[in-house]
């Protein structure tokens, strides 16, 4: 019987009319799929026309597996796991490897294009043959506008056009010009009064696109807002790829290793182009003395800066946490809470403020220094003291982390440890170096790893408060004393070292190793910590 009413009740719910939702959303499904698809493959499309097949083929593959995982049954399983996988893919791994084929190439400010590109830029430059150059003018003629063209001390113009309408053509128009003294003038009406230069600039666009072609075939070509005249290529091509400037018949060829254009005694042309160089960068950073000198200095840094934060930010937290789990300490609570107040704070807030009390001048700190023992330290032109800044105020920010860990940490250990350690006559140094210490370490350390490697490329403190400075003195790239190794490459990339890329997405790759062996570590020791 009950057999019998389960069955029915399951014919009667797999029996239930669909909804008027259910309705809509099945038969909106696949036209919305399908618009879908049409945008995807549009915008793949648009990608490939602009000349990038590998970014399109990329995009391709992943709209394909997307359609395929939300439209199939068979990627059912998938549907929760694609979103993760493909942001995962496009905001983590191609920025990666992107960064990384960066660090095989040229790629500067001084070599931005491809090398098909920057021959086009050079066969498009020309020169005005100018004993052919004559000025022109617009004139109205109802909603159309003629051009008329003259040498200069000439009475009249020489030259006229039919009618224009001058609507931006979309490529070159091609205009057969007439001679305005053969009577055969293309005009049914004279010619209007000139028109001023700010309609001339408003028609500049359509103008630039004119070709004015004489009787004898003589093109004439826009020069600017008063002159049309013939133009003179600077280069020619040749047929095994390489240029001829017109000039003195000089032959530049593609130079792969250099990324120019140049010549058999070795003149260069610029632009540069992009160029694969394989393991240059990274050659440069060993080989080149000039280069490897500030880099050591600079690397070496880093790994102290990020040591000595961390040694120094645990010391201080980890005594601050013993002393606040003194039960017998009165105001425990304000104590922590004060404490706690530089963690509280936003970091670039107290950096900015800390930037302002080591001001040489007028800081608080010199002042009181001044008024003690009649001193003025130098902060941000000193590099020992510079540095010395940078470790006091990264510990200010990273010491209330440690203490909040510690804190928790102490609260796991047995209160009946304590309680021996006392009856047997320990002192508080012997209960804090063997029973505190240790147990608290192993779990402790992953985390240090983690702070460790969050100094490593701690780019804030150092962009706010030193920007690198001071400078070394004599090297090929800026280099600054208190610059860690992403602030060294941001410059590099982006700021007074020519903006090479290439040499800074070297460096960039090198610090991701560097910071993923790290994440390795912290792994192995939370993984033998939880043990």
């Known amino acids: 019987m009950n057999a019998l009413s389960s069955s029915l009740g399951q014919e009667a719910y797999t029996t239930l009319p669909p909804t008027l939702a259910e309705k809509l959303a099945r038969g909106l499904r696949w036209p919305v799929a399908i618009a879908a698809m049409l945008a995807a493959l549009y915008l793949v499309f648009a990608v490939y026309a602009a000349g990038q097949a590998a970014w399109a083929a990329g995009l391709l ?136 230069l700010p309609e001339l600039i408003r028609h500049r666009d359509a103008l630039a696109r004119l070709v004015l072609v004489l009787p004898d075939k003589t093109e004439l070509r826009y020069l600017g807002l008063r002159e049309f005249g013939p133009v003179k290529p600077q280069w020619t091509a040749n047929p095994d790829g390489s240029l001829t400037r017109a000039a003195d018949g000089a032959v530049f060829a593609p130079n792969r290793d250099t990324g120019f254009f140049q010549t058999a005694a070795g003149e260069t042309q610029a632009p540069g182009f992009k160029a694969f160089i394989g393991w240059g960068n990274y050659a440069r950073m060993l080989f080149d003395a000039e280069f490897r000198g500030p880099f050591l200095a600079i690397f070496t840094w880093t790994v102290v800066f990020s040591a000595l934060t961390v040694l120094c930010s645990t010391a201080i937290g980890m005594l601050f946490a013993v002393m606040l789990n003194w039960e017998g300490m009165k105001y425990r609570t304000s104590y922590r809470t004060l404490l706690f107040l530089p963690y509280a704070v936003p970091g670039f807030i107290s950096i900015l403020v800390f930037k302002g009390l080591f001001n040489q001048n007028f800081g608080e700190i010199n002042a009181i220094l001044d008024a003690l023992f009649g001193v003025k330290p130098a ?119 020519g903006s090479d890329f290439g040499l800074a997405a070297a460096i960039s790759t090198l610090i991701f190793f560097l910071v993923a062996a790290l994440s390795l570590v912290n792994l192995r020791m939370s993984a033998k910590a939880q043990k």
């Open 61 to 196: 593959a992943l709209f394909a597996a997307g359609f395929y995982v939300y439209l199939s049954r068979g990627g059912f399983a998938w549907r929760y796991l694609f979103p993760g996988i493909a942001g995962m893919l496009v905001f983590i791994a191609f920025p990666l490897a992107y960064t990384a084929q960066l660090g095989f190439t040229n790629y500067s400010s001084t070599h931005l294009l491809g090398e098909s590109r920057v021959r086009e830029y050079l066969l498009e430059q020309h020169d005005a043959v100018e004993d052919q150059v004559l000025g022109y003018s617009l004139h109205a003629d109802g909603a159309e506008f003629r051009l008329a063209l003259q040498a200069d001390g000439d009475a009249g113009p020489r030259w006229v056009s039919p009618p224009l309408a001058l609507r931006r053509p979309s490529g070159e128009l091609r205009v057969d010009l007439a001679p305005a003294d053969a009577g055969r003038l293309p005009l049914t009406a004279p010619l209007q009064a000139a028109l001023p």
């Open 379 to 497: 902060w941000f032109a000193d590099p020992l003291l510079a540095k010395t800044m940078l470790l006091i105020v990264n510990v200010w920010l990273g010491y209330p982390y440690i203490m909040i860990l510690c804190s928790g940490l102490l609260k796991a250990i047995p209160a009946d440890l304590y309680e021996a350690s006392a009856l047997a006559g320990a002192s508080p140094a012997t209960n804090f170096f063997k029973i505190t210490a240790p147990l608290i370490i192993k779990p402790l350390a992953p985390l240090l790893v983690s702070a460790f490697a969050f100094n490593f490329n701690n780019f804030v403190l150092i962009a706010l408060l030193t920007d690198g400075r001071p400078d070394f003195l004599s090297t090929k790239l800026p280099a600054g004393q208190t610059d860690i190794l992403v602030s060294y490459t941001y410059r590099i990339a982006f700021k007074d070292s």
